[in-house]
């Protein structure tokens, strides 16, 4: 059988097209999510900013800062600066979305400090895997059109690479918005039902990052199957 890499085939709809549907409708879904609940504020009229400051000092990391960010929805914990930075639709924000988001970026820098294990393999991966996702997907495109096998097994141990760090960030992400769950309802910054809302935008976000998980497992094994055929 010749080497080649078909784009539409019968592996296509199972491993390419279904996780690409789950992962757009998982976006879809951490949007409208996070928009419904931007319209209920804590009853203390607290900021995300606010939230965020009052739970590294208590957690003792006053050295964290906490900047704002551009864009929407692109919080994250930046461990090289030890700052978190909170998006334009979050940072001033009294919602209880925002509070739900902004625990889950101090609940990363609480795993940073107490050496969670799942997030320092994480990052040692991440080098690797901005490399890897990058070139795998043309690497195997030209092993399959120029039927260099060796290339192709190339572009499998770099992919490999990539959904082994998808599998990692799983755990990271849910230990976080765990951490974040904990933290709001023991220091009561949030009523229960205000904690509950929180915590449905919390759920929308983490399925993001399993659909994503499910889109990148998909291509790889779609990848071995179709070299799997071209070896039989």
């Known amino acids: ?11 296509y709809l199972v491993f ?7 992962s757009i409708w998982a976006s879809m879904r951490v949007n409208t999510t996070f928009k419904k609940y931007s319209q209920y504020s804590n009853s203390r009229n607290l900021s995300a900013a606010e939230v965020t400051r009052m739970i ?27 700052t978190i930075r909170l998006s334009e ?3 001033d ?29 994480r990052n040692a991966l991440v080098p690797v895997a901005n490399v890897a996702s990058y070139i795998a997907i ?12 060796g290339l192709v097994d190339i572009a499998i141990v770099l992919y490999g690479a990539v959904v082994l760090f998808s599998l990692v960030t799983l755990p990271v992400e849910f230990n976080a918005s765990r951490r974040a769950v904990v933290t709001l309802d023991e ?8 904690n509950a809302a929180a915590k449905k935008v919390l759920h929308a976000a983490a399925m993001t990052y399993v659909a994503s ?10 990848i071995l199957v179709l070299f799997g055929r071209r070896r039989d």
């Open 1 to 11: 059988m010749p080497l080649y890499y078909p784009f539409f085939d019968n592996t």
């Open 16 to 22: 390419v097209l279904i996780p690409l549907l789950i």
């Open 56 to 82: 590294l000092d208590r957690n003792g990391q006053q050295d964290v800062r906490v900047e704002r960010v551009g864009g929407n929805l692109t919080d994250h914990y930046d461990p090289r600066s030890n």
């Open 89 to 91: 639709s979050v940072y």
């Open 93 to 121: 924000s009294t919602s209880c979305a925002a509070i739900g988001v902004a625990a889950h970026e101090a609940g990363h820098a609480a795993q940073h400090a107490k050496g969670y294990i799942p997030i320092k393999i």
């Open 138 to 149: 043309p690497l195997v495109l030209l092993g399959f059109i120029m039927e260099l096998g």
């Open 187 to 194: 220091y009561g910054i949030l009523t229960e039902e205000e």
């Open 213 to 222: 998980t499910l889109v990148a497992l998909g291509s790889f094994l779609r």
